[in-house]
């Protein structure tokens, strides 16, 4: 099965990368300045951070040295939280916005979820482009560890799109889906360490966060990009085998239910 799917990826790939590309020109087709909003936008967000949270507020993290670690420290878990929202609330329109083609027997429906997962890609890699760029120029750079952030991407990804397939599935159904998620989406952000250092909540607080599969993963990048060390692996494994069985679910769900979603279509 594994083969099939590639081998069709591989055919449709003209058709993935059009349909890409054909997104991230629409987004800014009637704009004065057009793909100049995709840099300007993190660009201003990014000294936002820096200015407000360094300088203006003064906040330090323990144990930091730079007067920006508290901008790195929220950077690391906004724009990498940025993409797992984006990839979760994309995929749960993907099947109801793309019913004309899930409609046609011929097409991949699997083309779907990676056009997704790179749409999304393509935002975060001009982001967090950015934001190395500064890293540079403000020496904090992490180095060598700075390659534990490809694996790390690559894992919130899986498990993005993986909860995105059975939201999207469930999302055809039940309308009500994509309404609860949303709301559950801005919950999620503050049970997350993002904005907040794991040190200043309680003790009890801090082993309820250990039912939080995202808490492994942003800690992972503020660990590379804060203290310029690599993450600790065996605490990424739990969310590892979640979003191999989130992948594996959606999966099996998609196509046991793909004649019931097209008469829902």
């Given at each position: 099965?594994?083969?099939?799917?590639?081998?069709?990826?591989?055919?449709?790939?003209?058709?993935?990368?059009?349909?890409?590309?054909?997104?991230?020109?629409?987004?800014?087709?009637?704009?004065?300045?057009?793909?100049?909003?995709t840099?300007?936008?993190?660009?201003?967000?990014?000294?936002?951070?820096?200015v407000?949270?360094?300088?203006?507020?003064?906040?330090?993290?323990?144990?930091?040295?730079?007067?920006?670690?508290?901008?790195?420290?929220?950077?690391?878990?906004?724009?990498?939280?940025?993409?797992?929202?984006?990839?979760?609330?994309?995929?749960?329109?993907?099947?109801?916005?793309?019913?004309?083609?899930?409609?046609?027997?011929?097409?991949?429906r699997?083309?779907?979820?990676?056009?997704?997962?790179?749409?999304?890609?393509?935002?975060?890699?001009?982001?967090?482009?950015?934001?190395?760029?500064?890293?540079?120029?403000?020496?904090?750079?992490?180095?060598?560890?700075?390659?534990?952030?490809?694996?790390?991407?690559?894992?919130?990804?899986?498990?993005?799109?993986?909860?995105?397939?059975?939201?999207?599935?469930?999302?055809?159904?039940?309308?009500?889906?994509?309404?609860?998620?949303?709301?559950?989406?801005?919950?999620?952000?503050?049970?997350?360490?993002?904005?907040?250092?794991?040190?200043?909540?309680?003790?009890?607080?801090?082993?309820?966060?250990?039912?939080?599969?995202?808490?492994?993963?942003?800690?992972?990048?503020?660990?590379?990009?804060?203290?310029?060390?690599?993450?600790?692996?065996?605490?990424?494994l739990?969310?590892?085998?979640?979003?191999?069985?989130?992948?594996?679910?959606?999966?099996?769900l998609?196509?046991?239910?793909?004649?019931?979603?097209?008469?829902?279509?």
């Amino acid at each position: 099965m594994a083969a099939a799917l590639l081998q069709a990826i591989w055919r449709y790939r003209g058709f993935i990368l059009g349909s890409v590309k054909r997104e991230f020109q629409s987004k800014y087709r009637n704009s004065i300045f057009g793909a100049a909003w995709t840099v300007l936008n993190p660009l201003a967000m990014i000294v936002v951070y820096t200015v407000i949270f360094s300088q203006v507020m003064h906040n330090r993290l323990q144990g930091a040295t730079t007067p920006f670690a508290y901008s790195i420290y929220l950077c690391a878990g906004v724009l990498t939280w940025g993409l797992f929202a984006e990839i979760t609330t994309r995929s749960l329109g993907m099947f109801i916005d793309n019913a004309n083609l899930i409609k046609k027997l011929q097409f991949p429906r699997i083309c779907l979820p990676i056009i997704v997962v790179l749409n999304a890609g393509v935002n975060f890699a001009i982001i967090f482009g950015l934001f190395t760029a500064f890293l540079l120029l403000s020496g904090t750079f992490p180095g060598w560890s700075y390659l534990a952030l490809l694996p790390l991407i690559a894992l919130m990804a899986l498990f993005a799109i993986g909860l995105g397939m059975i939201l999207g599935v469930l999302n055809v159904f039940f309308r009500d889906v994509g309404q609860f998620f949303t709301i559950l989406l801005q919950f999620w952000f503050w049970f997350t360490p993002i904005v907040y250092p794991v040190t200043t909540l309680p003790e009890e607080v801090r082993a309820a966060l250990g039912w939080n599969p995202m808490v492994a993963l942003i800690q992972a990048f503020q660990t590379v990009l804060v203290h310029g060390a690599w993450p600790h692996w065996g605490s990424l494994l739990p969310v590892t085998l979640l979003g191999l069985a989130c992948c594996a679910l959606g999966l099996r769900l998609f196509r046991k239910r793909a004649g019931e979603m097209v008469d829902e279509l």
